[in-house]
């Protein structure tokens, strides 16, 4: 049997890995140069605006959840269909989450129940975008306006997808991107906050820097508890040659989505990520499907019959209103029906750039082979 088949794996060339040896013998490693650079490049990608890096989109979520001021009493609304980061940081500030439904295909936030869920308290909202789908900015922010509500837009597995031609990050108000080895590019760690104007992004630099304000004496001084969010040169610089291979990256992803496309068994009762359409300008990070309702082996099992014929998978995601942090805000089975059948039925089929179309038939014929109704 040929070797197993990873759900992710990142591709570092040899030139990138000259260029870490590079920074580490050059006697800087941590926050400097590379970080400057790697910022100026990601500000560039995102049509001028300003970017600061962080060691993670988690990282950049709490900083965001922080500029926009929300803490205790505030309510921030966002969809059950996404990680962990997104509940984990609006419960860190002392905020509620409120959680809303997503679509069973695209897995994006339903607006209209964000809508009926704004009210007093209610700060800010926290899309998810999902690959091969964006959630639609215009709906969102024309909502947004008219509530005077913040947007922070999760954008930690799109790097790269457009809406009306233009990238993820260059509009809007503050987004996020991951860089962790599964997501499009990769800095080992490490994620991206883009911003609305120099003065947010000169806060978000006291903000990844423990508080930390210097006087013009010299001196330091904090007024708030800032974290340890600053990303080292050594990610930076991976994370700059992987800007650069974005492009490739993303062709590559695709080609082997349509491939998906082409020999995933479609007549066995999988719900399918969004069909990509030509000059559709979305990224693809992950291939998620739904596995049907009525199937004699459970997901576990249909797990590990993929891992035992060498094709490793994942979850995306659990549903965040029914884990032990979202229950505490008294969510419970049966809220959110979309969310709830994603999280029970969803598997990650492998989809990544160190790939080929050969690894997609292999995985689809695992599949041809354990679904129901062959
Ligand atoms: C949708 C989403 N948001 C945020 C994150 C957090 O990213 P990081 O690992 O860079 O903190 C992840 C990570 O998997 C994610 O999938």
């Not at 959680?99 to 607006?111: E, K, P, W």
């Not at 913040?150 to 990050?169: C, N, Q, T, Y």
């Not at 349509?258 to 020999?263: G, K, P």
Request: hydrophobic content about 45%; proline content about 5%; glycine content about 8%.
């Amino acid at each position: 049997m040929a070797g197993m088949l990873k759900f992710a794996s990142p591709l570092i060339d040899e030139a990138t890995i000259a260029g870490v040896a590079e920074v580490l013998r050059s006697g800087h490693i941590t926050s400097g140069v590379w970080v400057e650079r790697f910022e100026a490049a990601l500000s560039e990608f995102v049509e001028g605006r300003p970017v600061r890096a962080l060691t993670s989109a988690t990282a950049a979520m709490e900083v965001a959840l922080q500029l926009c001021d929300i803490g205790r009493g505030d309510e921030v609304i966002t969809c059950a269909q996404s990680f962990f980061t997104v509940v984990n940081m609006i419960v860190k500030q002392g905020a509620t989450p409120v959680f809303v439904d997503g679509d069973l295909v695209t897995r994006n936030i339903d607006l209209a129940a964000v809508a009926a869920r704004i009210g007093p308290r209610t700060r800010a909202i926290i899309p998810t975008h999902w690959p091969g789908s964006l959630v639609d900015m215009d709906a969102l922010h024309a909502l947004a306006r008219r509530h005077r509500l913040r947007v922070i837009e999760d954008a930690a597995l799109v790097i790269g997808s457009h809406f009306h031609g233009r990238p993820v990050g260059a509009f809007g108000d503050l987004v996020t991107f991951s860089f962790h080895p599964n997501k499009n590019i990769t800095s080992i760690e490490g994620g991206a906050l883009v911003c609305n104007d120099e003065a947010e992004a000169r806060r978000v630099e006291v903000l990844r820097f423990h508080g930390i304000e210097r006087l013009p004496d010299g001196t330091r001084d904090v007024a708030f508890p800032g974290g340890k969010f600053n990303l080292p040169d050594v990610n930076a610089r991976v994370g700059i040659a992987q800007l650069a291979s974005l492009p490739q990256f993303l062709a590559h992803r695709r080609a082997l989505v349509l491939r998906y496309f082409e020999r995933f068994p479609a007549d066995r009762g999988c719900v399918l990520p969004p069909r990509p359409a030509d000059g559709d300008g979305q990224s693809w990070n992950m291939f998620c499907i739904l596995l049907p309702d009525a199937m004699a082996r459970s997901r576990k099992e249909f797990r590990d019959a993929l891992a035992a014929r060498g094709v490793a998978t994942g979850i995306s995601y659990e549903a965040l209103h029914l884990s032990t942090i979202g229950r505490r805000f008294g969510y419970q089975r049966g809220d959110l029906p979309n969310t709830e059948r994603i999280a029970a039925r969803t598997v990650s089929l492998p989809l990544h750039a160190a790939m080929d179309a050969d690894d997609v038939d292999r995985v689809c014929a695992a599949c041809d082979d354990l679904l129901p109704g062959r």
